[in-house]
């Protein structure tokens, strides 16, 4: 199942040619009441909506894509998580290129580690990028997005794909520079995720995804996930061991060789198997 929020945070199950309308469904969610859960409402509840939306999805009319505006699928997560240089040749970019990658941030994963990125930066492939500081170099980086199901705290790699509620894209927007990475990756709109969550029973195995960034048509990078250095449940593991994740926690899981600059005017289109394809513009 494809599940994407649009247009006014109305909820949709996408389809071929369209979105169907499942919004009804919302109306399940249970009641909240201050202070909030820490954690998105819908993914907690999914397993026991999911035959709601199917019946739901079944009469709704189809809507064509030329009339939804594609906001993030998840609306409110807890915590987004980032893996840095976990892709061997990505790594080996960085360290070729000491003007653009500052060698403070030039270390393999299991030394420096992961990152927070403010759940503020997060948006929908039809909101876009907005670039922050255009004198600076801002480029973009495409990742898998691995979308938490529910509480996870501390688990073994066996189990680790039991806690995942499904997959998007994810574009990690950076400006370059000597500050730390959840400081320069955090920028309003520099989290794009889409263009739906494809839930986890669609993916049985995420390590071997083929995936590519083009922007204006030329493709920037190409690449596979079964080149991860730490894959997806190793990435859980890791995540899990330093702070529980909860239901809507987004782990992006690094970007491959290949990042470059992002200008107002371009587009990103990216590409994962499995999941579709979104075209994300850029602009001041």
Known sequence: ????????????????DGIRDVSSVLASLPAQHYPLPRHDLLIAALPALRPEIEKAA????????????????????GKIVAAPVNYKRHLDEAIAEPETFSR???????????????????????????IRFPERRTDHEIEL???IGKRCDRVD???????????????DITVRGPEERSLRKSIDSYTVLG?????????????????ELRVDGKTRQKANTRDLILNVRDLIVFASAFYTLMPGDVILTGTPEGVGPIQPGNVMSARIEGIGEMNVSVSN
């Open 157 to 171: 790699t066996e189990k680790a794909l039991d806690y995942v509620a499904g997959y998007s894209i994810g574009l």
């Open 104 to 130: 403070a941030h030039v270390r393999q994963i299991q030394e420096t580690g992961l990152f927070l990125k403010a759940t503020s930066s997060l948006v929908g492939p039809s909101e876009g990028v907005s």
């Open 58 to 77: 079944a009469d709704a009319p189809l809507l064509p894509f030329s009339e939804v505006r594609l906001l993030s699928p998840v609306a409110n997560p």
């Open 145 to 147: 997005a691995v979308v």
């Open 195 to 211: 263009p739906w969550l494809v839930t986890a029973d669609e993916i049985a195995d995420p390590s071997g995804l083929e995936f």
């Open 1 to 16: 199942m494809r599940l994407c929020l649009f247009n006014n945070n109305q909820l949709g199950v996408a389809e071929a």
